[in-house]
């Protein structure tokens, strides 16, 4: 728990996930340039409005991965041994997981994610699904370590971790990751893991700034929810979306910015916004396939086979530890 938490916890008395949330927002706030962290979008709010992003007809990811998981089922559900524990890191919505669930035989199904009542909901709804399959679900941060149920400790393990949820990550935290990910799963483990694809930037400009305004909401709802959770009392109409593709960087920046010069108050601390400020809210990196080989090499992992859409939008990978 980071420096401000434990204080503001105790002057606020704040449980521990809400703490973290306000420590983490005063101190994001209090940098130059500001900032919020993106795995606070996943409120009850924020992972409905993903979901809506999800059946955008801009945005591709989520539905070009799933032709591929469903293109490629065999081959990939050959990479999930017969009796495996299937861990999946940031497990949201399950439409994913079940297409492999169908397919394999794995022994216990490991969901892990930051939205515990999200993740209970699911849990349920998959066991009522998969009668026989064991659902052990893990509410953390799947970017620090945590333990694996000792239901476990003895099956063979497969990481899945779709949906380029690993672009979220700076090249150096994506490797730390991985890194964890295969000391978590390990020795021998594997992962089946999706990764969004460097393409024509009017392509994903447009998916990141959809006609409908969705992404703008699931943006806006983050400062929402400070609203709703930490007793901020930030003018929503004031802050706009902005979502660019940063070239150089390799990677979609999403921002709010500020339409004015403007005072707000989280807890008992204010910031002062000038007009045209940003909040930095995300970056998406987009990799090439060499980029990425290189990625998981320096992390301990072995790209063992690679598969991708027709028009080379995205890609499925599994990885063997090396
Ligand atoms: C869930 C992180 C993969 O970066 O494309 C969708 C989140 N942000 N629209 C992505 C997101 C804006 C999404 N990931």
Redo the contacts with the bound molecule.
Sequence with gaps: MNVHATTLAKAHDLDEQTSAFAGDVIGDLSQHPKRLS?KY?YDAKGSEL?EA?TRLPE?Y?TRTELGILQERRGEISAIVRDGAALVEF?A?ATTKVRLLLNGCAVGAYVPVDISGDFLTAQAEALRQDFPGLDVYPVAADFTEPFALPSAVAAMPKVGFFP???L??LEPHEARAFLRCACDILGQGARMVIGV?LEKDQRVLHQ??NDAAGV?AR??LNLLDRINRELGGNFDTSEFRHQ?IYNSGRHR?E?HLISTRAQQVRVLDRSFLFRPGESIHT?N?YKYSLERFTALAHGAGWTRRESWTDPQRMFSVHALVAA
Excluded: V
């Design positions: 993106p979008f993903f992003i945005y990811p940031g949201g949906g380029s949820t672009g979220n969004d998916a990141y992404t699931f943006n979502a979609i999403m995300e998406s």
